[in-house]
């Protein structure tokens, strides 16, 4: 059951420069960096509100490490922008399960590894009117450390 | 002050196959609906979750009223997908005043009628490296009586 929109993804070319104009022009501070080898990015999480379900939304700002990543690619066609929207459940395995079920493409066999130690897949755009959606469990501590 | 992510605004063709996608996918139930003659859009609200500022989270489809519209004129550019996010804030006037003053530019001189009485202003996405950003203040029921 997805219980909360966990974050917006942005695709960005230059990261300490998107972070720095979401601090400067809104005051927002990032709460995490990371680089992910497998999705091909260097990210920042930026925390805007916890959630009813005890989560959080972010910013998941997002800079492709290398021209043939999923996010490098999107930029080269798309430019810079919203790249996904993600929804936070405590079950991604059995939501994406489900959802399979459904007859919408969920892109991964098995759920990866994302931003914080979460797990998380995605659901195909072309499925979902447009939107590439995530489905994201945090990780134990994410949720309830901070 | 920006104390949460009010909506995500989805742009599709057929608002309602949008909404039987998200609740036959997700159980996703309408919350609101409404046509806002202004903007040239019917739209449907989905609350997805409470916030810890005392607002809440939604997505907001849209689909457009008129082929002329802001909506209407993105879709047949972009396809369907995500059209804008939404920022709320208790104070949306010294908001868009404060970040105008910093050389984003927002789309109106004076906030406009959004959602379910809410009063909002759009900043310029190139100003916002490529995201079409709302600042939202909802009516003063609307974040309260549910």
Redesign the interface.
């Known amino acids: ?5 966990d974050h ?1 993804g ?1 695709a ?1 070319f230059d990261l300490d420069k ?1 972070v720095e ?1 979401y601090r ?5 501070e990032v709460f995490h960096t990371e680089v992910n080898e497998e999705q091909g990015v260097r990210e920042a999480m930026i925390k ?6 005890g989560g959080a ?1 972010y ?1 998941q700002l997002l800079e492709p490490t290398r021209e043939d990543s999923a996010v490098g690619k999107w930029l080269a066609k798309n ?4 790249h996904h ?1 993600a ?1 936070g459940t405590a079950d991604v395995d059995g939501d994406s399960a489900d ?1 399979r079920g ?1 007859g ?1 493409r969920v892109l991964y066999d098995e759920p990866r590894t994302g931003s914080m130690g979460s797990r998380i897949t995605f659901l195909h ?1 072309k499925d ?4 590439l959606t995530e489905l994201v469990t945090a990780a134990p501590a994410t949720s309830e450390d901070h």
């Open positions: 059951m997805l219980t909360r929109i917006i942005i960005c998107t104009f400067a022009t809104y005051g927002f805007i509100n916890g959630t009813s379900d939304s910013l430019g810079e922008g919203v929207i929804f959802i459904k919408v755009p979902c009117h447009g939107v």
